[in-house]
Structure formats: structure tokens, C-alpha cells
């Protein structure tokens, strides 16, 4: 069969891949950098909210191979794809573990940062509204949880290499231009199917409500000021 191009990838998700790399790059050079970049590290870490938001809101309602339930499968389908038996266009079975990992991750992550303290150069937007053990508690989750999001990385440019060195095949052009090519007159590589524009708004419009109610608008108000006794 003569090989076709088809989409597999549409511009949101190409875009909030791309924009999550750079991100969660600038959000780890800003934390080991301290001081006043501590600032732009939690403006980082609440873009990168408000982009799990849109990719959670996008894998329910978005284009096909972007939906959840066109990718993440049983340990049945696993199986069938370690033993070759799987044939189809975006996550393989295997690959939605590593997806589903990476936003339960980094979506981790950017939730206690907004309650972290570290008593110096930095304090999460929604830290004034819980106790100081609270902050306390979620500021070490939040130091921990490096450690997770630095193996799940590292995990995943394994399996890009994996893919590229071993399978002789590249992941990185699909995610730039959107196709990929595949063999034509295969029914099992249908075209993708487009979330459309009135639902790309819609999680637009919960990433930014997301983004908005988590940067302290609904903090308790700070106490008033001691009265001066004029001593």
C-alpha cells in the first residue's frame, strides 16, 4: 500500500506540548536561579496549571487522537502492543501511561506550588489561605515532588530516543507539523477528527478561569494593622 499523510496532531495540542516544554524548563532554570526569580517562577508554575487545565478539558472534548478515551486502554491493549498486535495513529497504549503520568506530575506540582513558602523569596498565591502547616506540608510535597517530575521527564526522552535509535522512527516531526504518514487504503488509520472552535473556547475559558481563581483573588482579606497607641 503507497503511503498517505494524514493529521494526527492538531494545532492546540501541538501547541500546549511545545508551550509546556518551555515552561517547565523556564520554571526549573527560575527555581535553581532563587532570589527575584522566585517571582517569575510561580507566574511559571500557573501557566502551567492553566495548560493541564486545557490539555484535561482538551482530552475530553477535543480531536479525536487528543481524547483520553482514544488512547487510554487496559492492560489488554498494552499487551497487544508490546507484542506488536497494535495498529493506530496517535498514543499507543504504552504512551498513554507516560501522558497520563506526565499531567498527574506536573499538574502535582504546579497545585502545591501555589501553597509554597520557602521564608524567603517566595510564597504561592494561595498560601494566605490555609494554616502554616498546611504551607508547611505542601511546600515539602512540593520539593519532593522534583524528583518525580525530573524521573517522568527523563522517562520520556528515553522513549523518544527508544523510538528514533531502535524503531527508526521520529515522534518529534508529528508533533511539529500535525501528520504523519501512514499506509493508505489501511482503514485502521482513519483521518483525525477536529474538537472544533466553540470547544476549544470552552477550555480556553476554564484553563483562564483556572489561572484566575488560583492567583489569590479569594484569599481572606490580610488582618488590619495594630492600632497605634502613640507610644
Known amino acids: 500500500m503507497k503511503p498517505r499523510m494524514i493529521e494526527v496532531w492538531d494545532l492546540p495540542l501541538r501547541l500546549f506540548h511545545w508551550l509546556l516544554l518551555g515552561l517547565v524548563v523556564a520554571s526549573v532554570a527560575s527555581a535553581k536561579i532563587g532570589g527575584g526569580a522566585m517571582v517569575w517562577h ?4 500557573q501557566a502551567i496549571l492553566g495548560l ?3 490539555r484535561i478539558v482538551w482530552g475530553l472534548v477535543g480531536s479525536r487522537t487528543a481524547r483520553f478515551a482514544s488512547f487510554v486502554r487496559g492492560p489488554r491493549a498494552i499487551a497487544d502492543y508490546l507484542a506488536g498486535r497494535w495498529h493506530g495513529v496517535g498514543h499507543n497504549p504504552l504512551g498513554a501511561l507516560s501522558v497520563l503520568a ?4 506536573i499538574g ?3 497545585a502545591t506550588g501555589l501553597f509554597a513558602y520557602d521564608d ?5 498565591p494561595m498560601a494566605p489561605a490555609v494554616g502554616s502547616a498546611v504551607v508547611g506540608r505542601l511546600s515539602g510535597w512540593h520539593r519532593l515532588g522534583q524528583w518525580a517530575l525530573f524521573a517522568v521527564v527523563a522517562l520520556h526522552v528515553a522513549a523518544l530516543l527508544w523510538y528514533v535509535l531502535v524503531r527508526r522512527e521520529t515522534l518529534v516531526r508529528p508533533m511539529l507539523t500535525g501528520r504523519k504518514e501512514v499506509p493508505d487504503g489501511d482503514m485502521r488509520y482513519a483521518a483525525n477528527q477536529r474538537g472544533g472552535p466553540l470547544r476549544l473556547l470552552l477550555a480556553l475559558a476554564l484553563a483562564m478561569l483556572a489561572v484566575w481563581a ?5 484569599n481572606p482579606p490580610p488582618p488590619p494593622p495594630a492600632p497605634d497607641l502613640g507610644f
Open 52 to 54: 493541564v487545565v486545557f
Open 120 to 124: 524567603i523569596a517566595y510564597r504561592g
Open 102 to 105: 506526565m499531567l498527574a506530575v
Open 214 to 218: 488560583t492567583s489569590g483573588v479569594f
Open 108 to 110: 502535582f506540582q504546579a
Open 42 to 45: 510561580g507566574r511559571f508554575g
